[in-house]
């Protein structure tokens, strides 16, 4: 009998479609989609679909897999790799009784407040924090810890609509709309070397990990118009920061309660030495961090998570075999992209290094995000190399917009 599991992808971008992939070459299984936009090659992934109108609903997605079910009988597993939809996901899975993370455990991820709260209770070192829901939390907020604060959504997606407030007058006016049913989450502002940590974990237990370096950490990005952001998986883990890394990791997935699948753990090495967690979820890193951990590794890093999430497989040992590398391309100004220069010098550059590349659009709006309008992913034998492939990527591919 083919097993059959649900999986929810809105729209069918690249990243998502390499997933789906992974789970149709999975034995016995048939894929039955969760979509907004079916892909215009969905018999590539997809047995059956089912259509809904919000994927991030609840109400969408069970009524989508009720019509699966009347189609093929219960599920044997519910899946997706989106933030937004991860708590969503966990009710389908207890609502039609289908193994997989359960709601609880889904929120612990999902709001930063209770992440936050639970990695403390467990002796986890986290940045100290508040959810605000009137301005007058704020001002206490600040008197306890001082400026800068970040404020950021309870819930939000990598860095957006988070920011920094480096005095009162400025929290003020931030905080001004706050409520408890519109609350923002204040956090002490940690400063140092930013970092990932991406884990597999089957059975409760975190069995294999990676780390990457942040240059610089996103939020800088973000606040400086001219930096490019780049992230860099080094050749060896073997320096006692990344090995104490991964013991915060390991522990950190098991106080939230994880048991079968990936995440991706954001965390700061302070100054003084001292190590302390941004923030960790519940699936595979972004796509092109995602990518370059099977890169570095020499692995599928989609059929991975696929054995996890439905197998409750670890797939492969994970032996660190390269380094590998991420430039985002990102330009100085606003508007449409009117022209990429340098694409020929770069691509001599790198020669047989380059693994992909996606080059800004001409004619689309710049994006504001600290992954810019494209990326260039590269692999080489060494750490130096790919920092130094790295580099001749930012200082030779351009990106211009409309004056």
Known sequence: ???????????????????????????????????????????????????????????????????????????????????ELMVPLAAAREHFDVPGTRPHT?????????????????????????????????????????????????????ARDTF??????????????????????AEEMLVGREHSLETITVGGEPRVWSCSNYLPGCLEVLETPWIQWACVLPRALDAPVYRRARDLGFAAVRALGLEDGMTHMEWFERADGSLAIGEIAARPPGPQLCQMTGLVHGIDPYRAWARAAVDGELDAPWERRYAAGCAFVRGVGRGRVTAVTGVRATAAALGGALVEAKLPTIGAMKHEGYEGDGYVVVRHASTAGVRALITAVVETLKVHYEA
Do not use: N
Request: aromatic share 6%; hydrophobic share 45%.
């Open 1 to 83: 009998m083919p097993r059959h599991v649900v999986f929810v992808a809105p729209t069918p971008t690249e990243a998502a479609m390499r997933f789906a992939r992974a789970l149709a070459a999975l034995d016995d299984v048939r894929v039955l989609g969760v979509v907004r936009t079916p892909p215009p090659d969905a018999a590539r992934y997809y047995h059956d679909l089912a259509r809904v109108d919000d994927p991030t609903d609840v109400r969408d997605i069970l009524a989508a897999v009720e019509l699966l079910q009347r189609r093929y009988g219960r599920p044997d597993r519910i899946v997706g790799v989106q933030e």
């Open 106 to 158: 889904a929120l612990l991820f999902r709001d930063k407040a209770r992440m936050k709260d639970a990695l403390r209770a467990a002796g986890l070192p986290v940045a100290r924090h508040r959810l605000v829901t009137s301005p007058r939390d704020a001002d206490e907020f600040a008197a306890e810890v001082g400026f800068p604060l970040i404020l950021k959504p309870p819930a939000g997606v990598g």
């Open 164 to 185: 920094r407030v480096t005095s009162r007058d400025a929290l003020r006016r931030a905080v001004a709309r706050v409520s408890p049913a519109r609350p923002v989450l």
